[in-house]
Protein backbone atom coordinates (compact mmCIF):
# COMPACT_ATOMS: atom_id res chain seq x y z
CA UNK A 1 0.00 0.00 0.00
CA UNK A 2 1.68 3.84 -0.92
CA UNK A 3 1.84 5.81 2.46
CA UNK A 4 2.35 9.55 2.67
CA UNK A 5 2.79 11.22 5.38
CA UNK A 6 0.63 14.88 5.91
CA UNK A 7 1.72 17.82 7.20
CA UNK A 8 0.71 21.09 7.98
CA UNK A 9 2.38 24.71 9.97
CA UNK A 10 0.59 25.40 12.73
CA UNK A 11 1.40 27.17 16.39
CA UNK A 12 1.41 30.34 14.27
CA UNK A 13 -0.55 32.58 16.65
CA UNK A 14 1.13 35.65 18.37
CA UNK A 15 -0.26 37.19 21.70
CA UNK A 16 -3.54 38.15 21.05
CA UNK A 17 -3.56 37.60 17.44
CA UNK A 18 -4.90 33.97 16.15
CA UNK A 19 -3.84 32.37 13.27
CA UNK A 20 -4.96 29.14 11.53
CA UNK A 21 -7.27 26.35 12.75
CA UNK A 22 -4.80 24.67 14.71
CA UNK A 23 -7.17 22.24 16.99
CA UNK A 24 -9.51 21.52 14.11
CA UNK A 25 -6.75 20.94 11.33
CA UNK A 26 -4.85 18.71 13.32
CA UNK A 27 -6.97 15.43 13.62
CA UNK A 28 -6.51 15.07 9.53
CA UNK A 29 -2.82 15.29 9.89
CA UNK A 30 -0.02 13.46 10.38
CA UNK A 31 2.84 15.61 11.12
CA UNK A 32 2.66 19.27 13.10
CA UNK A 33 5.40 21.78 12.48
CA UNK A 34 5.09 24.22 15.20
CA UNK A 35 6.40 27.65 14.86
CA UNK A 36 9.10 28.84 17.27
CA UNK A 37 9.06 32.18 18.23
CA UNK A 38 10.83 33.83 15.22
CA UNK A 39 8.80 34.37 12.38
CA UNK A 40 5.28 33.27 14.78
CA UNK A 41 4.34 31.85 17.99
CA UNK A 42 5.31 32.32 21.61
CA UNK A 43 6.14 30.31 24.40
CA UNK A 44 2.30 29.89 25.55
CA UNK A 45 1.27 29.02 22.07
CA UNK A 46 3.93 26.81 21.57
CA UNK A 47 2.97 24.87 24.90
CA UNK A 48 -0.48 24.86 23.61
CA UNK A 49 -0.09 23.77 20.07
CA UNK A 50 2.11 21.20 21.48
CA UNK A 51 -0.24 19.70 24.07
CA UNK A 52 -2.72 19.88 21.07
CA UNK A 53 -0.67 18.01 18.94
CA UNK A 54 -0.08 14.91 21.69
CA UNK A 55 -4.06 14.62 22.29
CA UNK A 56 -4.43 13.82 18.59
CA UNK A 57 -0.88 11.41 18.02
CA UNK A 58 0.13 13.88 15.81
CA UNK A 59 4.49 13.68 15.33
CA UNK A 60 5.49 17.43 16.12
CA UNK A 61 8.60 18.81 14.23
CA UNK A 62 10.30 22.44 14.69
CA UNK A 63 9.64 24.95 12.26
CA UNK A 64 12.03 27.55 12.15
CA UNK A 65 12.40 30.83 10.75
CA UNK A 66 13.93 34.15 10.04
CA UNK A 67 13.73 36.87 12.73
CA UNK A 68 10.76 38.80 11.35
CA UNK A 69 7.71 38.32 13.10
CA UNK A 70 6.43 41.51 11.15
CA UNK A 71 6.94 39.89 8.15
CA UNK A 72 6.16 36.28 9.39
CA UNK A 73 9.48 34.92 7.66
CA UNK A 74 8.52 35.23 4.35
CA UNK A 75 10.96 38.14 3.53
CA UNK A 76 14.53 37.44 2.35
CA UNK A 77 17.19 38.67 4.48
CA UNK A 78 21.10 38.12 4.41
CA UNK A 79 21.89 35.77 6.36
CA UNK A 80 25.25 33.77 6.79
CA UNK A 81 25.00 30.29 6.62
CA UNK A 82 26.76 30.31 10.36
CA UNK A 83 24.12 32.52 11.40
CA UNK A 84 21.46 29.97 10.26
CA UNK A 85 22.97 27.07 11.48
CA UNK A 86 23.05 29.06 15.44
CA UNK A 87 19.19 29.86 14.83
CA UNK A 88 17.61 26.89 13.93
CA UNK A 89 19.86 25.12 16.94
CA UNK A 90 18.19 27.78 19.14
CA UNK A 91 14.57 26.98 17.85
CA UNK A 92 14.95 23.70 17.88
CA UNK A 93 16.19 23.64 21.55
CA UNK A 94 13.18 25.90 22.27
CA UNK A 95 10.49 24.09 20.97
CA UNK A 96 12.27 20.44 22.31
CA UNK A 97 11.77 22.40 26.06
CA UNK A 98 7.59 22.16 25.44
CA UNK A 99 8.01 18.34 24.23
CA UNK A 100 6.84 15.59 27.18
CA UNK A 101 10.24 13.60 25.59
CA UNK A 102 12.20 16.14 24.78
CA UNK A 103 12.39 14.52 21.17
CA UNK A 104 11.34 15.75 18.07
CA UNK A 105 9.96 13.70 15.03
CA UNK A 106 11.44 16.78 12.19
CA UNK A 107 12.73 19.87 11.54
CA UNK A 108 11.08 21.70 8.71
CA UNK A 109 12.55 25.77 7.95
CA UNK A 110 9.72 28.25 7.37
CA UNK A 111 9.22 30.44 4.26
CA UNK A 112 12.15 33.07 2.98
CA UNK A 113 14.46 30.64 4.97
CA UNK A 114 13.00 27.69 3.30
CA UNK A 115 12.87 29.36 0.02
CA UNK A 116 16.51 30.58 -0.26
CA UNK A 117 17.93 27.12 1.05
CA UNK A 118 16.54 25.71 -2.03
CA UNK A 119 18.54 27.31 -4.04
CA UNK A 120 21.40 27.83 -1.96
CA UNK A 121 23.50 25.19 -1.19
CA UNK A 122 25.65 26.37 1.64
CA UNK A 123 22.72 27.38 3.40
CA UNK A 124 20.68 24.70 2.97
CA UNK A 125 24.18 22.36 4.39
CA UNK A 126 24.46 24.53 7.17
CA UNK A 127 20.79 24.21 8.35
CA UNK A 128 21.36 20.47 8.32
CA UNK A 129 24.47 20.57 10.21
CA UNK A 130 22.66 22.59 12.80
CA UNK A 131 19.66 19.99 13.08
CA UNK A 132 22.15 17.11 13.24
CA UNK A 133 24.52 18.88 15.72
CA UNK A 134 21.15 18.63 18.25
CA UNK A 135 19.85 15.51 17.58
CA UNK A 136 20.97 13.61 14.37
CA UNK A 137 18.17 11.52 14.28
CA UNK A 138 15.70 14.67 13.21
CA UNK A 139 13.93 14.17 10.05
CA UNK A 140 14.71 17.00 7.53
CA UNK A 141 11.55 18.06 5.62
CA UNK A 142 12.67 19.81 2.45
CA UNK A 143 11.36 20.70 -1.20
CA UNK A 144 11.55 17.56 -3.50
CA UNK A 145 14.87 17.88 -5.52
CA UNK A 146 16.01 20.44 -3.59
CA UNK A 147 19.72 21.93 -1.99
CA UNK A 148 17.97 21.24 0.94
CA UNK A 149 17.63 17.25 -0.12
CA UNK A 150 21.49 17.40 -1.30
CA UNK A 151 22.49 18.94 1.99
CA UNK A 152 20.80 16.40 4.02
CA UNK A 153 22.11 13.68 2.18
CA UNK A 154 25.66 15.01 2.05
CA UNK A 155 25.19 15.72 6.21
CA UNK A 156 24.11 12.37 6.22
CA UNK A 157 20.47 13.56 7.56
CA UNK A 158 17.46 11.52 7.34
CA UNK A 159 15.44 13.32 5.54
CA UNK A 160 11.79 13.58 3.50
CA UNK A 161 11.09 15.30 0.44
CA UNK A 162 8.14 17.48 0.46
CA UNK A 163 5.58 18.38 -2.25
CA UNK A 164 2.60 21.02 -2.05
CA UNK A 165 -0.86 20.56 -2.16
CA UNK A 166 -1.82 24.18 -3.38
CA UNK A 167 1.14 25.67 -4.76
CA UNK A 168 2.08 25.82 -8.03
CA UNK A 169 5.76 25.24 -9.38
CA UNK A 170 8.47 26.55 -11.38
CA UNK A 171 10.27 24.41 -14.11
CA UNK A 172 13.04 24.17 -12.34
CA UNK A 173 11.30 22.36 -9.65
CA UNK A 174 10.99 25.55 -7.28
CA UNK A 175 7.73 26.99 -6.07
CA UNK A 176 6.02 30.33 -7.67
CA UNK A 177 6.80 33.08 -5.70
CA UNK A 178 3.65 34.08 -3.69
CA UNK A 179 4.41 37.46 -5.44
CA UNK A 180 3.28 36.30 -8.67
CA UNK A 181 -0.66 35.35 -9.79
CA UNK A 182 -1.51 31.33 -9.95
CA UNK A 183 0.86 30.78 -6.96
CA UNK A 184 -1.40 29.42 -4.92
CA UNK A 185 -4.07 27.12 -6.02
CA UNK A 186 -7.41 28.02 -4.12
CA UNK A 187 -9.60 24.92 -6.12
CA UNK A 188 -9.55 22.61 -4.15
CA UNK A 189 -10.60 19.76 -6.85
CA UNK A 190 -7.95 20.53 -8.69
CA UNK A 191 -5.43 20.71 -5.49
CA UNK A 192 -6.77 17.35 -4.31
CA UNK A 193 -6.20 15.92 -8.09
CA UNK A 194 -3.02 17.15 -8.14
CA UNK A 195 -1.64 15.79 -5.17
CA UNK A 196 -3.50 12.24 -5.91
CA UNK A 197 -1.64 12.36 -8.87
CA UNK A 198 2.06 13.42 -7.52
CA UNK A 199 1.86 9.94 -4.87
CA UNK A 200 0.77 8.27 -7.96
CA UNK A 201 3.21 9.22 -11.14
CA UNK A 202 5.52 10.87 -8.97
CA UNK A 203 5.51 13.80 -11.26
CA UNK A 204 3.87 17.13 -11.38
CA UNK A 205 2.81 19.54 -14.05
CA UNK A 206 5.06 23.48 -13.48
CA UNK A 207 3.18 26.31 -14.17
CA UNK A 208 4.35 26.84 -17.44
CA UNK A 209 3.21 22.70 -18.51
CA UNK A 210 6.46 21.33 -17.87
CA UNK A 211 6.66 17.67 -16.41
CA UNK A 212 8.79 17.72 -13.31
CA UNK A 213 9.99 14.24 -11.24
CA UNK A 214 9.30 14.34 -7.58
CA UNK A 215 9.25 11.92 -4.48
CA UNK A 216 6.47 12.55 -2.76
CA UNK A 217 7.06 11.62 1.08
CA UNK A 218 5.35 14.48 2.93
CA UNK A 219 2.46 16.41 1.56
CA UNK A 220 2.22 20.38 2.81
CA UNK A 221 -0.96 21.65 3.38
CA UNK A 222 -1.27 25.41 4.81
CA UNK A 223 -3.89 25.56 7.96
CA UNK A 224 -4.29 29.42 7.77
CA UNK A 225 -6.51 30.02 4.50
CA UNK A 226 -10.47 30.73 4.50
CA UNK A 227 -10.97 26.95 3.77
CA UNK A 228 -8.13 25.35 5.44
CA UNK A 229 -10.39 22.88 7.33
CA UNK A 230 -12.03 21.69 4.26
CA UNK A 231 -9.35 21.38 2.39
CA UNK A 232 -7.57 19.42 4.82
CA UNK A 233 -10.55 16.88 5.29
CA UNK A 234 -11.15 16.49 1.40
CA UNK A 235 -7.12 16.10 1.20
CA UNK A 236 -6.98 13.42 4.00
CA UNK A 237 -10.45 11.36 2.52
CA UNK A 238 -9.11 11.57 -1.04
CA UNK A 239 -5.80 9.64 -0.15
CA UNK A 240 -7.75 7.31 1.89
CA UNK A 241 -10.03 6.60 -0.67
CA UNK A 242 -7.40 5.80 -3.39
CA UNK A 243 -5.77 3.43 -0.97
CA UNK A 244 -3.09 5.69 0.32
CA UNK A 245 -2.03 5.03 3.78
CA UNK A 246 -2.25 8.76 5.52
CA UNK A 247 0.90 7.91 8.53
CA UNK A 248 4.11 9.84 9.71
CA UNK A 249 7.52 8.45 8.77
CA UNK A 250 9.17 6.75 11.93
CA UNK A 251 12.41 7.52 12.71
CA UNK A 252 13.39 7.06 16.25
CA UNK A 253 13.83 4.06 17.81
Given amino acids: MPQVDLNCDLGESFGRYTLGLDDQVLPYITSANVACGFHAGDPEVMQHTVDLAVADHVQIGAHPG ?5 GFGRRPMQITPEAARDDVKYQIGALQAFVPSHRLHHVKPHGALYNMAVKDYDLAYAICKGIKEVDPQLLLVGLANSQ ?13 QEVFADRAYEAD ?24 NMIKTHQVTSIDGQVIDIQPDTICVHGDGVKALAFVKKIHQALTNDGIKVTAQQVHA
Avoid: N, W
Avoid at 148 to 160: C, D, M, S, T
Fill in 173 to 196: GSLVSRQKPGAVIVDEDLAVSRTI
Fill in 148 to 160: LIRAAKEVGLPYE
Fill in 66 to 70: LPDLE
